[in-house]
């Protein structure tokens, strides 16, 4: 007859299984870091903030880029949790690719950087989903600490901003304004147009055709009763649509 033997070294008790099990399952668990591209045309800059992030055990810096398509390659590349991006950088602004990539990826969260306060940007970096805006001026431990914040579902923004904000949202909820008639289609043709583009490369930039592209066009004159391009241009500046660079 067989029989099942248990080794004295393993006992037959629960009390001599209970320590077995604590030890398989008391390993520490490692916290998840979080993620972070930084995003700037000036290497001195990038270099200061991955010196800041550095001794931090909690972030890493997971990519550099030096203009706005790059962020935008990295971005899709990397999946980071947050994106430090400077407003202003070549090729493609801050603010464009905070727009493409909160259309592509949504859960990646952008805390804009600037040497400005950007004021008269603030309806699009508010329209961009942006999570925070801090001056390059900030203390890097605040800067830290609103990557933590930001990472957590918070936001954080610089007080002038923050002010500016709620005057904004305050002014959008009291009235119609001019800015408020145009969809967002609409808008997005506004800073193309603003931009120069064409209307076969904003078509190609936004996926309709030029011919939809020419019919908002024509919306958006008769909406705003404004018919040049060079007055479509000083409306979209005006509503902090477009960046207007600084040589």
């Known amino acids: 007859m067989n029989r099942v033997t248990c080794s004295s070294d393993v006992g037959s008790g629960p009390e ?3 320590p077995a099990l604590i030890t398989q399952t008391s390993k520490p668990r490692k916290t998840a870091r979080v993620r972070v591209l930084l995003a700037d045309d000036h ?21 550099e880029a030096a203009n706005g398509v790059e962020a935008v390659r990295l971005a899709r590349e990397l999946s980071p949790d947050i994106i430090l991006m400077d407003i202003d950088m070549p090729e493609l602004s801050g603010l464009e690719a905070a727009e493409l990539l909160r259309q592509e990826n949504p859960a990646i969260k952008v805390i804009f950087l600037s040497m400005h306060d950007c004021s008269t940007h603030l309806p699009r970096i508010l329209r961009s989903g942006a999570r925070g805006f801090l001056l390059k001026n900030t ?12 990472a957590v579902g918070g936001t954080c923004f610089s007080s002038d901003i923050a002010q500016q ?17 145009l969809s967002r289609r609409e808008q997005e043709v506004l800073i193309g147009i603003a931009e120069g583009l064409s209307n076969k490369q904003l078509a190609a930039r936004l996926g309709i055709s030029a011919r939809t592209v020419e019919t908002h066009r024509g919306h958006i004159m008769q ?14 500046v005006s509503q902090g649509l477009i960046i207007v660079e600084k040589r």
């Not at 903030?49 to 001794?55: E, H, K, Q, T």
């Not at 904000?165 to 008639?181: I, Y």
């Not at 909406?223 to 979209?236: E, Y």
């Open 223 to 236: 909406k705003l009763n404004i018919h040049s391009i060079a007055g479509l241009t000083r409306f979209a």
């Open 165 to 181: 904000a709620l005057g904004h949202l305050a002014q959008s909820l009291g009235g119609d304004s001019e800015g408020k008639v």
């Open 139 to 150: 203390p890097p431990d605040e800067i830290v600490a609103a990557i933590s914040k930001v």
């Open 16 to 18: 001599r299984l209970v």
């Open 43 to 63: 290497p001195v800059v990038r270099w200061g903030m991955s010196c800041c992030i550095a001794p931090r055990p909690d972030v890493v810096v997971v990519g």
